[in-house]
């Protein structure tokens, strides 16, 4: 493969839909090749902008703003980072040839939870919690019944937990309710999910090309109200429950098709092994990737869509912790105690331009060479009081 200087009219330019800090870093791989480097995004300054070549700021839910945007500057790969974005027009410029990543039929059925979970269950017949779709109240109390207590409810559409919610009992439906309507995303269908009572969970990164697939180290996640807080590489599992892992992992990614990093969210209960969703991006709880790893979830999101190779050496475990905001800010800052920045550990800051109480604006990352128990102990202490 030839590597051209950045600015010239034969380099491989590649465009980001969505500037956070998952995109960031994905800029940060892509500019060590050379490539240049286009950010969009709905606000001004996002973490992304601020390394790549430049960028623009659009309403990414407009179909006409975004057909504009991408025909104007021609990218080589279009590569949705976040989404809110409007699926109507990656479709569209799908068909106009465009590449998008990985493409434009995975994003819309991975991006709305009936999709999705209708996709990997009635159609690749992939084990998963019992489930129904409700737009009305009543029809949530009638779901609830026919799935039993407790249960999750959430939005079929939204990220990083945003409107989820576990009932307990029939005295839980009206906030649930009412949580799940409020969340940002399409909250006009939602999905009532069985309580499965799991050992742990874990995300499966799975990397894949035309020619191969491949799966980093299973990481194990803790969630708050749906949100990521920590994570650790790798997960301890059977070797029964993590063949299995990656079975259904290589099944859904075989489905959707397409180059890159997916990240593969599974409920592991003994050795077995229930599918939970999937995104096609590198995902949160794989920002730990960043110290376990040789070539990160982002360089290897690069390397596939690009086409290069995609092996790597694992360095040992590790695990992450989000720095989440506590209060309104637009000015904000991050503070960092100084044993975060060590010989076995350290942190990202993000750099976003606004916080709100719950904004992740960095991640502190701690490695240990056999331990990602011991290094999880170690990122919580880390992060104690920050």
Known sequence: MKF????????????????????????????????????????????????????????MKNKQQLIDIIETIKPDFVIPEIEAINIDALLELENKGYNIVPNANAIKLSMNRKNIRKFACEELGLKASAYRFVESLDELKTATKDIGFPCVIKPVMSSSGHGQSVAKSINDIQNSWQKAKDARGDSSLLIVEEFIKFDYEITLLTVRNDKQTIFCEPIGHIQKDGDYIFSYQPAIMSDKAKKASKKIAKTI??????????????????????????????????????????????????????????????????????????????????????????????????????????????????????????????????????
């Open 4 to 59: 051209f200087t950045t600015g010239q009219p034969n380099n491989i330019k590649l465009l980001l839909l969505g500037g956070g800090e998952l995109g960031k870093e994905i800029v940060i791989e892509a500019q060590r090749l050379s490539f240049e480097t286009i950010v969009v995004d709905s606000y001004e300054l996002p973490p992304a902008s601020f390394v790549a070549n430049s960028s623009y700021v659009i309403d």
């Open 253 to 386: 990614t075989d489905g959707l098709g397409g180059s890159g990093i997916f990240g593969v969210e599974l409920f592991i209960k003994g050795d077995e092994v229930y599918f939970s969703e999937v995104s096609p991006r590198p995902h949160d709880t794989g920002m730990v990737t960043m110290i376990t790893q040789s070539v990160s979830q982002f360089a290897l999101h690069v390397r596939a869509i690009v086409g290069l190779n995609l092996q790597f050496i694992n360095y040992g475990a590790g695990a992450s912790g989000a720095i989440k905001a506590t209060s309104i800010s637009h000015n904000p800052y991050t503070k960092l105690k100084d044993e975060v920045f060590s010989e076995k550990s350290f942190a990202r800051v993000f750099g976003k331009p606004n916080s709100k109480p719950g904004r992740r604006m960095g991640v502190v990352l701690s490695f240990h060479k056999n331990s990602s128990q011991k290094a999880l102990s170690h990122i919580k202490e880390l992060v104690k009081n920050i």
